[in-house]
């Protein structure tokens, strides 16, 4: 069965589930119409201006202090949320408790802070971090794909989910500590139809910001491979 053929199966299945069981607040838990409500979006705390021109955390600086510090190989990241409370919970939701559902209010977010980003205008394809193979079977989905699926379609730009791969399983960046995640993601990803890529900005997406090696790893790759130039936008930004 083909991934589009499972993705079509599960939406005809959750739309079951939704007649049988309303959609609740997978964070609150109140009955309603999705399953993010209002009155915990209310409650995120959102990345707006002033920002670090690289990473995009909250900052008065033009660049924040590790930034100051460290290269990377995309242009710029930027994030929604600041990746605690309800935001934590979300994603939470979604990565370790497949609660596939909560991705499309997640890519609601992400679309409707896109436009205070700067990066509007500066992307011709979308491309999420991919997981390994192994992580796909085992909860069904890629996070990043579903963010990403939903973002694109809002925002009117072309998703490529079959260009970078996770090629060698590596640990869980978030298990290691800020010294071992840039060699422990090094080497890990490939690209495949590079022509999809050649001469395109490509926009990155994940779920969460937290030192930057997963993107830069993975920026780094598909400037190799004839990207353009590569910028990264995810759903929160660890703190």
Do not use: W
């Amino acid at each position: 069965m083909t991934s589009n053929a499972i993705r079509t199966a599960r939406d005809a299945f959750s739309g079951l589930l939704d007649l049988v069981y309303p959609p609740h607040c997978l964070i609150c838990r109140e009955e309603g119409a999705s399953y993010l409500c209002a009155k915990c979006i209310e409650k995120i705390d959102p990345i707006k201006p002033p920002f670090c021109r690289k990473c995009g955390g909250p900052t008065e600086s033009f660049h924040c202090a590790e930034c100051r510090e460290r290269e990377y190989h995309f242009e710029c990241s930027r994030s929604a949320g600041i990746f605690e409370d309800v935001l934590r919970d979300a994603v939470h939701a979604l990565k370790y408790n497949n609660h596939i559902a909560i991705a499309e209010p997640l890519a609601d977010i992400m679309a409707e802070s896109f436009r205070d980003t700067g990066l509007a205008g500066k992307a011709d394809i979308v491309i999420p971090i991919p997981i390994h193979v192994s992580r796909t079977i085992r909860r069904g989905f890629n996070q990043s794909e579903e963010l990403a699926r939903g973002f694109s379609k809002r925002v009117h730009l072309p998703m490529e989910p079959s260009v970078l791969h996770k090629a060698r399983k590596t640990k869980r960046q978030m298990e290691l500590p800020f010294d071992l995640r840039i060699s422990n993601i090094q080497g890990s990803f490939k690209v495949t139809h590079t022509e999809r890529i050649r001469g395109k900005r490509v926009l990155l997406i994940d779920d969460v910001f937290t030192t930057g090696s997963t993107l830069d790893e993975a920026a780094k790759v598909l400037l190799a491979a004839g990207a353009s130039v590569v910028n990264a936008y995810t759903l929160s930004k660890s703190l």
